[in-house]
């Protein structure tokens, strides 16, 4: 098993609510990753992190927002939850470019 | 849009049978990886192979690559009931992209 953790495993919160998901990691890699899946599977990256200070947007537009103060802290924030933001959020780390990511057990956001 | 098509897009035989799954892309790649993911957790990777590369094993997988096509064919021989997940394939493209973009994945089902 890797030593990548996200917390909470299962959210489910109320529309507007602020939420942060974390996600740490205890293997001192500098690349982060988040990608938020499809209930049909499909993975879309939405935010990344090259190492402290650096977050850039993936390829999927997201409302929401990321920090990296920390190596091995990576939280995931949404200002005010929708609906529409009902997904899993699966975060992932690696030791440097162009090698194998290691992934969190993924947090299952439900929004009501 | 998404780098990677696994192709098809589930696939159901029995333990014993081996399973191809196939990946396509589109731009060039340093690498491309496969990862396996079992229901509601996070993913696992499998193999790498590199864009010089052509063919590798890990066991009973096989992993091939034809960059002239660009595609990609994983090879799962002898399966078994574990076997059943789902797989991604993901590439990391040339150039110096910190980001890994992930296939739409397959579903396979190894019937015991």
């Known amino acids: 098993e890797a030593d990548i953790y996200q917390t909470p495993r299962y959210l489910v919160i109320g529309t507007g609510k602020k939420i942060t998901l974390e996600c740490s990691q205890t293997m001192g890699h500098d690349k982060m990753y988040w990608y938020q899946q499809d209930p049909g599977m499909e993975l879309h990256l939405i935010h990344y992190?090259?190492?402290?200070?650096?977050?850039e947007k993936g390829d999927l537009s997201s409302e929401s927002t990321v920090s990296r103060i920390r190596t091995e802290h990576f939280p995931l924030t949404l200002e005010s939850a929708r609906p529409s933001h009902t997904s899993q959020y699966l975060c992932a780390s690696s030791p440097a470019m162009n090698t194998e990511a290691f992934f969190g057990q993924g947090t299952r956001l439900t929004v009501v | 849009s998404q780098q990677g098509e696994e192709d098809p897009q589930a696939l159901s035989i029995q333990e014993g049978e081996n399973a191809t799954m196939n990946c396509s892309y589109k731009?060039?790649?340093?690498?491309l990886q496969w990862y396996r993911q079992n229901s509601g957790r996070g993913l696992v990777h499998l193999i790498l192979?590199?864009?010089?590369?052509r063919e590798k094993h890990s066991g009973r997988l096989r992993v091939t690559l034809d960059t002239s096509k660009k595609s990609s064919s994983l090879l799962i021989t002898a399966s078994r009931a574990a076997d059943t997940a789902s797989y991604f394939c993901?590439?990391?493209?040339?150039?110096?992209?910190?980001?890994?973009?992930f296939g739409k994945g397959m579903k396979l089902t190894v019937n015991p």
């Open positions: 731009t060039s790649i340093n690498n």
């Open positions: 993901a590439t990391a493209a040339q150039g110096g992209s910190e980001k890994l973009v």
């Open positions: 992190s090259y190492g402290v200070n650096s977050t």
């Open positions: 192979i590199r864009s010089n590369e």
